[in-house]
């Protein structure tokens, strides 16, 4: 998996692109840790480009939410394609995860 | 034609660079049997599930073992059945996710198993031999 990262103002906006499973997760994960570290409270994911996600994928987002969610932080995502909206709407996901069509409305949403 | 004949298979190594290997085995197998894209969906992320659980929890962490995954087509199901020689595993270990749950409520894992078991439409597990077999099925 690809991911790309840029500052516009405030928001960090990290997009990830590829499969969002097991093998690419870990990356995922360090990324936003270090967006994270770098006191950025403010992340939009822009997952345009991800043609899947796995629970692997899935843990790697809740986890993250939750880290913000306790330094009063947001986090937004943005892009879903159908089948990954479809696995989001499977796990439950849909109703804890502020979810915008693009990047524009995404940044938004801060 | 028996069901064997139809029957696509695939040895792996359990590294989490098997997950590719993985995905391209289905994509493959999913086209010579003509699977439609909706199932081959479900297979793929039902397979990756599993497969990332053996490798993460079947084997002891940096000795990966075998893995074996075969897919076959009969009487209108899909059958994927994975197989492995690592440790027992047993789902009731694995509570299930409570998806109304609010985000700081909400357990951080404990999908995986969640998600295969709303992909297929039949999950059975089995051991004998010290193998481990998973066998998933989805109507088509």
Same mark, same amino acid.
């Given at each position: 998996?690809?991911?790309?990262?840029?500052?516009?103002?405030?928001?960090?906006?990290?997009?990830?692109?590829?499969?969002?499973?097991?093998?690419?997760?870990?990356?995922?994960?360090?990324?936003?840790?270090?967006?994270?570290?770098?006191?950025?409270?403010?992340?939009?994911?822009?997952?345009?480009?991800?043609?899947?996600?796995?629970?692997?994928?899935?843990?790697?987002?809740?986890?993250?939410?939750?880290?913000?969610?306790?330094?009063?932080?947001?986090?937004?995502?943005?892009?879903?394609?159908?089948?990954?909206?479809?696995?989001?709407?499977?796990?439950?996901?849909?109703?804890?995860?502020?979810?915008?069509?693009?990047?524009?409305?995404?940044?938004?949403?801060? | 034609?028996?069901?064997?004949?139809?029957?696509?298979?695939?040895?792996?190594?359990?590294? +989490?660079?098997?997950?590719? @290997?993985?995905?391209? $085995?289905? =994509?493959?197998?999913?086209? !010579?049997?003509? /699977?439609?894209?909706?199932?081959?969906?479900?297979?793929?992320?039902?397979?990756?599930?599993?497969?990332?659980?053996?490798?993460?929890?079947?084997?002891?962490?940096?000795?990966?073992?075998?893995?074996?995954?075969?897919?076959?087509?009969?009487?209108?199901?899909?059958? +994927?059945?994975?197989?492995? @020689?690592?440790?027992? $595993?047993? =789902?009731?270990?694995?509570? !299930?996710?409570? /998806?109304?749950?609010?985000?700081?409520?909400?357990?951080?894992?404990?999908?995986?198993?969640?998600?295969?078991?709303?992909?297929?439409?039949?999950?059975?597990?089995?051991?004998?031999?010290?193998?481990?077999?998973?066998?998933?099925?989805?109507?088509?």
């Amino acid at each position: 998996m690809e991911i790309s990262q840029n500052q516009k103002n405030d928001v960090t906006v990290v997009a990830l692109a590829g499969r969002f499973d097991a093998q690419s997760a870990g990356n995922a994960e360090e990324t936003l840790k270090k967006v994270l570290e770098a006191d950025g409270t403010k992340i939009l994911i822009d997952m345009s480009q991800v043609e899947y996600i796995s629970s692997a994928g899935l843990r790697v987002l809740l986890s993250t939410a939750k880290k913000l969610a306790g330094v009063s932080g947001k986090l937004v995502l943005c892009g879903l394609k159908p089948y990954v909206r479809e696995v989001f709407e499977v796990a439950g996901f849909t109703s804890i995860f502020m979810i915008l069509p693009d990047e524009a409305q995404g940044l938004q949403a801060f | 034609m028996a069901p064997e004949q139809k029957a696509h298979s695939i040895e792996l190594k359990t590294e +989490l660079a098997a997950l590719e @290997q993985v995905f391209v $085995f289905l =994509e493959e197998a999913c086209a !010579a049997l003509g /699977l439609p894209l909706a199932t081959q969906r479900a297979l793929e992320l039902s397979a990756d599930e599993a497969v990332t659980n053996v490798i993460n929890y079947s084997y002891e962490p940096g000795q990966p073992g075998p893995l074996r995954l075969s897919l076959g087509l009969e009487g209108g199901e899909a059958t +994927l059945i994975i197989e492995d @020689q690592g440790k027992p $595993f047993d =789902e009731k270990d694995v509570p !299930a996710p409570d /998806l109304d749950a609010s985000l700081e409520e909400r357990p951080v894992g404990g999908l995986g198993v969640f998600l295969m078991h709303r992909m297929m439409d039949r999950v059975e597990r089995s051991r004998r031999d010290g193998v481990n077999r998973l066998v998933m099925v989805k109507k088509i």
